[in-house]
């Protein structure tokens, strides 16, 4: 995996026409613009890239492969145990999506319109954890997420 990560760090970076031509190691340009891009998560022979407003979809040699458009603020993205699903949180539409990495589309949309703003993920077995907040004084917190549920309810993690 941290093979992939530092692929995927080639690929994001910019190239001049001239660095292009020659022989640099990078893979490909997935045209992520620096400051539009989020997370780099790979899982099901994949590498998806969280850019803003959608995530691109990159085989592990760094071919562009899909594209998931229409995902305001896309931008954290923890893949599963077993690779078998990525989540990514849409700050801007205060949910997170569940892909499927094999078919790569979204399989589950969760609302957290009570929790705006999600920015972090991370799992751990069947919980998606989820760090929110605007950037507000005083708001924000972290909630948890039971994946195996139907329809998941976020709880709110207190000390």
Not at 72 to 90: E, F, T
Not at 121 to 131: A, E, F, K, V, Y
Request: proline share 6%; glycine share 14%.
């Amino acid at each position: 995996m941290a093979g992939s990560l530092l692929v995927m760090a080639g690929l994001l970076a910019a190239q001049s026409p001239a660095a292009a031509a020659a022989d640099t190691g990078v893979v490909a340009d997935l045209g992520v613009v620096a400051g539009r891009g989020g997370d780099v998560a790979a899982g099901g022979g994949k590498v998806f890239v969280a850019a803003d407003d959608r995530i691109v979809v990159a085989s592990y040699d760094g071919r562009p492969v899909d594209t998931i458009s229409g995902l305001p603020g896309a931008v954290a993205l923890p893949v599963s145990d077993g690779a078998r699903k990525v989540y990514a949180a849409l700050r801007d539409s205060n949910e997170v999506i569940e892909i499927d990495t094999a078919t790569v589309t979204i399989t589950r949309r969760i609302d957290l319109s009570a929790y705006p703003c999600p920015s972090t993920l991370t799992q751990s077995h069947n919980r998606l954890w989820i760090g929110y907040g605007c950037g507000e004084a005083g708001e924000g917190g972290v909630v948890g997420l039971v994946l195996s549920a139907t329809a998941p309810t976020p709880s709110r993690c207190s000390p």
